[in-house]
């Protein structure tokens, strides 16, 4: 049959060649043409992507970031999050070291809180926005950079992050071990053991979608070290109670599942609505010890929901990336605290004021430090015991931090010798800081074997850039204050 329609095609295509032959007509001829072609076969054979356009690659992100750079002008720039690992462009000789870390630093802090930051410095204006666990950032040449070029380069940023997890998220391939690699590449930039905690409580939220908690266990208390954004904040550094379903499972290895209003933690926040106090607790391994817990807040998931045979390679990583950061935190720890009071010790003190000194060719910032020696220290070591001086020590070392800001420093720089760093703090805010401190602790009573002591502490102050105006003189202006004040009585607060 179908022979017989060929033919047919075939003569009325020879016809139609007589036909434009004796018309004589252009758009005839061209049409003669093709009939003629196709009588005799002259076809052409299409396969796809023939004529597609053959051009180069498309840009990878580190390209398409440093076209970003360029447009904005900045001289450095970084990305966090992807895949393949953080980039950073430009820099060169014109960024040295340290503003490359800190443009890194910052751009890591946006990746995890999410919020826009700029900073300005001498070096530059540093731009970056974040949506966890991507986060990219600028280097903008000049200090005082108008809102106009900071929205600007801000509004790129957002659009490059955007475009970062869009790509991401159509990658082909287990959701679970992509977040399981994102966990292993982003706590290997995370500078300390509570930012990789938070890394991980996020991720548990993104595939979860709940709130999400980290518990680690020290070997003798365990405590809330993250918790994710639709979390109960005030969860974290929470100790949950020796009963709570939360250790239960730590200490039999096993998850345990509460019911709506049971507080997974334990009775300590009876305060929180109910429908956020059930949980399940997963406990964490590395190896087969169990370093803490993995708390998904709300009610229990199905135990056949893909997202639960999805939760094994984030726990899988998670336990090993804890015990190895928890390790070098307790390490750093040892380095720069005092053993007895949990104070900074003396080197880290010293490290803090020399940094103070180093910041750039601009003056430094006012800044006062106290020093507090405990009055008859040796009296009471020979009268109650080494042990009861101990004591004493931590008692004040915990009345001189409550007395003090976030940003201050208080160090155990000798055996009953304190210091008290206040950056940023002119002369009379500093000696009003010395006077809280003398009054709070003259003012407590410290408890030894049942009975009540008084312990009191002389306060030498001296301040920078008045009257003291070399920063290298401040501790030995401190030294011959506090000196003044043990020679003067004690209990009391001088200044240099």
């Known amino acids: 049959m179908r022979g017989w329609v060929a033919l047919a095609l075939q003569v009325l295509g020879a016809a139609a060649v007589v036909v434009a032959i004796w018309r004589g007509s252009a758009a005839a001829l061209l049409a003669a043409a093709g009939a003629l072609a196709a009588l005799y076969g002259w076809t052409i054979r299409f396969r796809p992507g023939r004529f597609r356009r053959r051009g180069p690659p498309p840009l990878s992100l580190r390209e398409i970031f440093e076209l970003l750079r360029k447009a904005h002008g900045a001289v450095a720039g970084w990305v966090v999050g992807p895949v393949d690992g953080a980039i950073d462009v430009g820099g060169g000789p014109a960024v040295a070291p340290d503003f490359q870390r800190r443009g890194a630093a910052i751009v890591q802090l946006a990746s995890v809180d999410g919020r826009l930051h700029v900073a300005r410095d001498p070096e530059g204006t540093y731009v970056a926005v974040g949506d ?20 600007a380069a801000a509004a790129t940023l957002r659009r490059f992050v955007a475009g970062m997890r869009l790509a991401e998220d159509q990658v082909e391939g287990h959701r679970a071990q992509l977040l399981g690699r994102r966990l292993a590449r982003v706590a290997g930039g995370a500078q300390t053991l509570e930012g990789i905690a938070r890394i991980a409580a996020e991720l548990a939220q ?3 979608e709940r709130g999400a908690v980290i518990v680690l266990s020290n070997g003798e208390e365990a405590r809330v070290v993250a918790v994710s954004a639709k979390g109960d904040q005030r969860l974290t550094g929470l100790v949950p109670h020796a009963d709570s379903p939360v250790i239960q499972a730590m200490t039999g290895g096993v998850p ?23 949980g399940t607790a997963y406990p964490v391994f590395d190896g087969h010890l169990v370093v803490g817990s993995l708390v998904l807040l709300g009610a229990p998931l199905d135990p056949d929901a893909p997202v639960m045979e999805q939760m094994g390679p984030l726990i899988a990583e998670l336990g090993p990336r804890l015990a190895a950061a928890r390790a070098v935190h307790d390490a750093e720890q ?20 020399a940094e103070y000194r180093g910041e750039g060719t601009r003056p ?15 009296r009471l070591n020979d009268t109650l015991g080494h042990a009861a001086g101990d004591a004493a020590l931590k008692h004040v070392a915990y009345l001189l931090e409550a007395a003090v800001r976030d940003g201050d420093l208080v160090a155990r720089i000798g055996g009953e010798e304190f210091a008290v760093w ?3 703090t002119p002369l009379a805010p500093g000696l009003e800081v010395a006077e809280r401190i003398r009054e709070s602790i003259a003012g407590s009573t410290w408890m030894w074997r049942s009975s009540p002591y008084i312990v009191t502490t002389s306060c030498g102050v001296a301040a920078y850039p008045a009257p003291i105006g070399d920063l290298m003189n401040l501790r030995a202006a401190a030294d011959a204050a506090l000196y003044r004040a043990k020679q003067a009585g004690r209990n009391r607060v001088e200044r240099a």
């Open 132 to 151: 966890f666990p991507y986060g990219a950032g600028l280097l903008i040449a000049g200090p005082e950079q108008v809102p106009e070029a900071i929205d």
């Open 422 to 424: 206040l950056p940023r």
């Open 256 to 278: 345990v599942v509460t019911p709506r209003g049971e507080d997974v933690f334990g009775s300590g926040m009876p305060e929180r609505r109910r429908s956020e106090r059930a």
């Open 334 to 353: 040892r380095a720069i605290r005092d053993p007895l009071t949990g104070l900074c010790n003396r080197r880290e003190f010293e490290r803090a004021l």
């Open 206 to 208: 993104q595939l979860t």
């Open 364 to 378: 430094a910032p006012p800044a006062t430090l106290i020093y507090v020696d405990l009055d008859h220290f040796k």
